[in-house]
T-cell receptor, first 116, second 112 residues
Framework: AQSVAQPEDQVNVAEGNPLTVKCTYS??????LFWYVQYPNRGLQFLLK??????LVKGSYGFEAEFNKSQTSFHLKKPSALVSDSALYFC??????????????FGKGTKLSVIP | NAGVTQTPKFRILKIGQSMTLQCTQD?????MYWYRQDPGMGLKLIYY???????DKGEVPNGYNVSRSTTEDFPLRLELAAPSQTSVYFC???????????FGPGTRLTVL
């Protein structure tokens, strides 16, 4: 069965500093990987995804993520954090090869707080 | 373009009552999903649909039912509500897989 681990419940970073939100995964075969963000009392919004190709994926709002197959990781990064980036971030995975497997498995989420 | 809409936003049920959570999307997406989000637990897939007339169980389907009579609508039915069904429910849609899923704003349900 596939799984996602987000080892930090909360990440605090000063405004203007780089941020990293960690994600590791377990899946049979190659993965499809996603990052979503959730603002208070809102649904999830898509940030970026890795399907195939370049290991560095660029997404919305200046975020990027690096796929590392050997470490089974897909960490989310941003060079300079904004206070408006404060939200709950979810990593998700599904296997690429399993036909008909529509289920995304989500991590528990990491709360990012950017301090002014 | 409204995207994915859900009604109601909030609801309180008594144990044993039933209700339907509505979900509509106007993006002509074939795939639709229902998730529940419990605090500190991420999202769990309840049911999904790959097109009108086709539905299948996700990870946590017990106590729920769905139907998909049109491309636009994907209602979730709770029969005999239990306190364990207290959660925030999200509907989502996607044009295909592994395409991006678009989420609705959620329904916060409390069962007392």
């Amino acid at each position: 069965a596939q799984s996602v681990a987000q080892p930090e419940d909360q990440v605090n970073v000063a405004e203007g500093n780089p941020l990293t939100v960690k994600c590791t995964y377990s899946v049979s075969g190659n993965p499809y990987l996603f990052w979503y963000v959730q603002y208070p009392n809102r649904g999830l919004q898509f940030l970026l995804k890795y399907i195939t190709g370049d290991n560095l994926v660029k997404g919305s709002y200046g975020f990027e993520a690096e796929f590392n197959k050997s470490q089974t990781s897909f960490h989310l990064k941003k060079p300079s954090a904004l206070v408006s980036d404060s939200a709950l971030y979810f990593c998700a995975v599904r296997p690429a090869s399993r036909a008909g497997s529509y289920q995304l498995t989500f991590g528990k989420g990491t709360k990012l707080s950017v301090i002014p | 373009n409204a995207g994915v809409t859900q009604t109601p936003k909030f609801r309180i049920l008594k144990i044993g009552q039933s209700m339907t959570l509505q979900c509509t999307q106007d993006m002509n997406h074939n795939y639709m999903y229902w998730y529940r989000q419990d605090p500190g637990m991420g999202l769990k897939l309840i049911y999904y649909s790959v097109g009108a007339g086709i539905t299948d169980k996700g990870e946590v389907p017990n106590g729920y039912n769905v139907s998909r009579s049109t491309t636009e609508d994907f209602p979730l039915r709770l029969e005999l509500a239990a306190p364990s069904q207290t959660s925030v429910y999200f509907c989502a849609s996607s044009p295909g897989v592994p395409d991006t899923q678009y989420f609705g704003p959620g329904t916060r349900l409390t069962v007392l």
